[in-house]
């Protein structure tokens, strides 16, 4: 039995997943670091009016001191390591004048997560049990509630990767039951000519802005998603078969 307590400490510092968009997909843990919290740092790209895990959490926010925190969204090493040492630096000051600090992130911390880039960072300073993590629900299981079928079943193997990279892509489907893409909005035509490719469009579908208050779209055809212009923000999960349990003799 475990009987481990969550207690919330001053000095530290809180990774909390807010979920895919819904207020209402928050943890209970989740609720409770961010009401308690001295200081909150939401992350928000450089081209957004604001942080889209700060209005997920807006109706917890009282008097915290809130940080909009800008983490770029690019492909370049030197921009975003230059972002992370400043939201650690941000973090390790705050902390160490002993008040409590909590880093919102959509999803879970520990999946594709501005957060996981900080942690250690901040680590060498605060050390690792001043470190915690407040797992959150990810968009691929929001998005796959939208859909029939069980993302897993008895010996069924589940990849999740982005949708970036279409070599890999092709790979992932020889080696897995279901195949779950992020940031395929960009990539979603030639995802779908590969999908044609192996027979598999009409067992896949894509969910863009997961559970995001008026801005959710879901498809379970891939050739409607095709049509107009679409966030990058897309998930697909590819139904590729089911692999049964073995029979044990």
């Known amino acids: ?11 530290h510092f809180y990774a909390v997943g807010v979920g895919p ?15 308690e919290s ?6 928000k790209s450089a081209s957004a009016r604001s942080s889209l895990a700060l209005d997920i959490i807006k109706d917890f926010v009282r008097d915290q001191e809130i940080i909009e925190h800008v983490y770029p969204m690019q492909r370049s090493q030197e921009q ?3 972002s992370w040492i400043k939201a650690a630096d941000i973090i390790k000051t705050h902390c160490l004048a002993g008040k409590t600090v909590c880093q919102v992130t959509l999803g879970d911390p520990n999946i594709y997560s501005t957060c996981a880039y900080v942690m250690p960072l901040i680590e060498e300073v605060l050390g690792r049990d001043r470190i915690h993590v407040v797992p959150g629900i990810t968009a ?7 859909f029939p079928h069980p993302l897993t079943t008895q010996e ?4 999740l990767m982005p949708g970036s990279d279409l070599n890999a892509v092709e790979n992932a489907l020889k080696s897995c039951e279901t195949l779950v893409l992020y940031k395929a909005g960009k990539n979603l035509p030639a995802i779908v ?3 044609e490719k192996y027979d598999l469009a009409s067992k896949a579908g894509v969910v863009f802005n997961s559970e995001m208050p008026d801005r959710e779209e879901v498809f379970s055809s891939l050739d409607e998603a095709l049509e107009g212009s679409r966030s990058y923000l897309a998930c697909v999960i590819v139904y590729v ?9």
């Open 1 to 11: 039995m475990n009987n481990k307590k969550f207690d919330i400490q001053k000095g």
């Open 21 to 35: 968009g819904g207020a209402d997909l928050l943890t209970l843990r989740a609720v409770r670091v961010i009401e």
């Open 38 to 43: 001295e200081v909150i740092i939401c992350p």
């Open 80 to 82: 975003v390591e230059n």
């Open 140 to 146: 691929f299981q929001s998005s796959a509630a939208n």
């Open 156 to 159: 069924d193997r589940l990849i």
């Open 193 to 195: 000519r590969l999908l």
């Open 241 to 249: 078969g089911r692999k049964g349990w073995k029979t044990v003799d």
